[in-house]
């Protein structure tokens, strides 16, 4: 292969192969032919790739991107806002393109948070009781707590309900702000619109990318709460312009093509009851996969809604010899480490879970 000129992103690109085209849940490869997406791009191509309803919105209004901080908006945007902010019982949202963008936002937010309280110097830290201390003693002062419901990139791996529900407790005593990163779970990854919903605890801030535009534009929004906003208040109070307090806000972020696919997003898994669906199917999934629990190099199998990992020996055995004979047997995957993803649009059908699984079965070793 002739050398890329893409630098890699994630590790090595000594197996990458060349994917030409998609249609629904089917990639066409140069290397591979047409495989099975059991990855769904990378977990965002929740209704398939090309779907006909988006595609119809992208002829309609496709290459439409008006700015949108200061002087404009747009009624997508306005209504996106709208929508998601009832579904997540939070008060305002600010667009950007990616996940990163979200939680980089949510950041600037949290920190912008404790400027509002008087407080000048601040520092980020991954808290928990020693580290509060720590920051305490040093006059510092711990602005938010990043939290993944269920940490994806590990390989779907739940945050216990017990520590969740005790950091909210410690960050609720030292006022220090919770931040929910559902980029990968949010939008029905997991089963329900957003996953810190299920816990008994409400984020200040919450972010959501990847499957908002189900792939077919970039789109990242980050959620405020009335807490947020009230700090944004007492710092205009005092007399700081509001251009200094919000001096935000990402470039070809809030379009009219991101935001109208955004809000036809929404339109079919209500319509189409898609994240029931995701449910049933996850738990169908599990239910299937147990056929290999017993496997000698199946450590665990994981998964909540359809965010589901097949623990495995080692990653050399997923990379290595899982994928490839996974590809070879017209199924893409992408391991995470040692854990095997299933990661599938929602509308997977069970003869496409069933077609997984026993793929899955004849390539472990056994
Ligand atoms: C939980 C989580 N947060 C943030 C990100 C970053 O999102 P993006 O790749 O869209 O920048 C990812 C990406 O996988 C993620 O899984």
Same mark, same amino acid.
């Given at each position: 292969m002739?050398?890329?000129r ?5 590790? %090595?690109?000594?197996h !990458?192969?060349?994917? &030409? ?5 089917? @990639? ?6 047409t495989?099975?997406?059991?990855? !769904?791009?990378?977990w965002?191509?929740i *209704? ?6 988006? *595609?119809?919105?992208? $002829?309609?209004?496709?290459g439409?991107?008006?700015h =949108? ?8 945007a306005?209504?996106? !806002?709208?929508?998601?902010c ?9 667009f950007?393109?990616?996940? %990163? ?5 949510? $950041? ?15 520092? =980020?830290?991954?808290? @928990?009781?020693q ?18 419901p269920i ?7 739940? *945050?216990?309900?017990?520590?969740i ?9 030292? #006022?220090?702000?919770? +931040? ?6 949010? @939008?029905?990854?997991a ?16 972010c ?9 534009y970039?789109?990242? /929004?980050?959620?405020?709460n009335?807490?947020i906003? #009230? ?29 109208a ?8 898994l209500?319509r189409?009851? &898609?994240?029931?669906? /995701? ?9 299937? =996969? ?6 000698? #190099? ?9 965010? +589901? ?7 050399? &055995? ?8 996974? $590809?070879? $047997?017209? +199924? ?32 472990l070793?056994h």
């Amino acid at each position: 292969m002739q050398k890329s000129r893409i630098s890699p992103q994630f590790g %090595s690109r000594e197996h !990458a192969f060349t994917v &030409l085209s998609g249609e629904g849940m089917m @990639i066409s490869t140069k290397e591979h032919g047409t495989l099975f997406d059991a990855v !769904a791009g990378y977990w965002y191509n929740i *209704l398939g790739m090309r779907h006909p309803e988006l *595609l119809d919105i992208k $002829r309609k209004i496709g290459g439409t991107a008006t700015h =949108l901080y200061e002087e404009y908006t747009n009624p997508f945007a306005e209504e996106l !806002a709208e929508s998601i902010c009832q579904r997540t019982s939070m008060s305002q949202l600010l667009f950007s393109a990616t996940g %990163s963008m979200a939680c980089e936002n949510a $950041r600037k937010e949290a920190v912008k948070y404790f400027q509002a309280k008087g407080k000048t110097e601040e520092e =980020l830290v991954f808290a @928990i009781k020693q580290k509060i201390e720590l920051a305490k003693s040093n006059g510092k002062t711990i602005a938010g707590f990043f939290y993944e419901p269920i940490m994806g990139v590990r390989g779907s791996v739940p *945050l216990p309900e017990k520590y969740i529900t005790g950091i909210a407790e410690i960050c609720r005593q030292n #006022d220090i702000l919770l +931040i929910a990163d559902e980029v990968t779970t949010g @939008i029905g990854r997991a089963g329900k619109f957003f996953y810190s919903g299920s816990f008994n605890i409400k984020p200040d801030i919450l972010c959501f990318g990847k499957a908002i535009s189900a792939g077919h534009y970039p789109v990242a /929004v980050t959620l405020f709460n009335e807490k947020i906003i #009230d700090a944004w208040n007492k710092l205009e109070e005092r007399g700081i312009p509001y251009s200094k307090i919000h001096r935000r806000g990402n470039s070809i972020t809030g379009t009219q093509e991101g935001c109208a696919l955004g809000l036809k997003v929404l339109e079919i898994l209500e319509r189409d009851n &898609l994240i029931e669906q /995701v449910n049933e199917r996850g738990k169908y999934a599990l239910e299937k =996969l147990k056929k290999i629990e017993k496997y000698s #190099d199946v450590r665990e199998i994981r998964g909540t809604g359809l965010l +589901i990992g097949i623990d495995i020996a080692s990653s050399d &055995l997923a990379k290595k010899t899982v994928t490839v004979k996974m $590809r070879e $047997r017209g +199924i893409n995957i992408l391991p995470e480490g040692r854990v095997i993803m299933f990661n599938p649009a929602y509308v997977i059908s069970e003869e496409q879970i069933d077609n997984f699984v026993n793929t899955l079965s004849e390539v472990l070793p056994h």
